[in-house]
């Protein structure tokens, strides 16, 4: 028997109605509720009557793009997860996805058990018996996980839940460089399928700009070219 949540919903979008009732029927399996629209506009509307807690979104959609839906959804500062599922999966593809503000890259043919677990990855909340987590204060800088909330001097920055792991990665390792690969499993879990390599660089790129922070002249995140990147410290900064 086929269990549906109560709560938000996960939002399909894709014209291809086949593909849709292929991840509907998966989805549904694992207790989410699912509802669906089949081109850009759709999406949108649906999105504003019955905002989704992740949206599985086709980048070629009729009306309007994948990619435009998904910019005029960051643009609102929305951080739902959105996993971008495309036939058009070369690595510019999905590094234009990512850039973009896709949480997730899945490229066409897929598998729906895979696509499954990264959503299940997306959605994981920590456990309600977890301890809460005293903020990250870093000089100006302060990053609480539990209200998912950052601010710099005082400022509200808003981030998506990968940029906000990665930057709290970063601040708790307190200076000490971490390879790409560290800053994966922190962000990703070793659940991940498949991830590129430059998705790091990505995402990185992004929040240095969120945090208008000067890869030349870093406050927040330096690259240690080769190696990976670490947080700076407010003193470094300040000698810098």
């Known amino acids: 028997m086929i269990g549906v949540s109560t709560g938000r919903p996960i939002l399909v979008v894709d014209d291809d109605a086949k593909i849709v009732r292929l991840v509907q029927t998966y989805l549904e399996r694992e207790g989410h509720r699912v509802t669906a629209a089949h081109d850009g506009r759709s999406a949108l509307a649906s999105m504003a009557l019955d905002p989704p807690a992740l949206v599985v979104l086709d ?70 018996t977890a301890l809460p987590r005293e903020p990250i204060r870093r000089g100006v800088l302060v990053v609480d996980r539990d209200r998912h909330e950052v601010t710099v001097d005082g400022a509200p920055v808003p981030l998506t839940r990968i940029e906000l792991e990665l930057l709290a990665a970063l601040l708790e390792a307190d200076g000490r460089v ?63």
């Open 59 to 128: 980048v070629m959609l009729p009306e309007v793009d994948g990619l435009t839906v998904l910019r005029a959804l960051r643009r609102n500062d929305d951080h739902t997860p959105v996993i971008v599922l495309s036939a058009r999966g070369t690595a510019r593809d999905r590094v234009e996805g990512l850039t973009e503000g896709a949480d997730d890259y899945v490229p066409k043919p897929f598998s729906p058990a895979e696509l499954v677990l990264r959503v299940r990855r997306l959605l994981r909340a920590p456990a309600p």
């Open 178 to 240: 971490l390879s790409r690969d560290q800053l994966l499993d922190a962000v990703h879990g070793r659940d991940e399928a498949f991830v590129l390599d430059r998705t790091v660089d990505v995402h990185v790129k992004r929040l240095r700009q969120k945090l208008g922070d000067d890869p030349a002249n870093p406050r927040f995140v330096a690259t240690v070219r080769g190696v990976g990147y670490r947080s700076v410290a407010p003193a470094e900064e300040a000698a810098g």
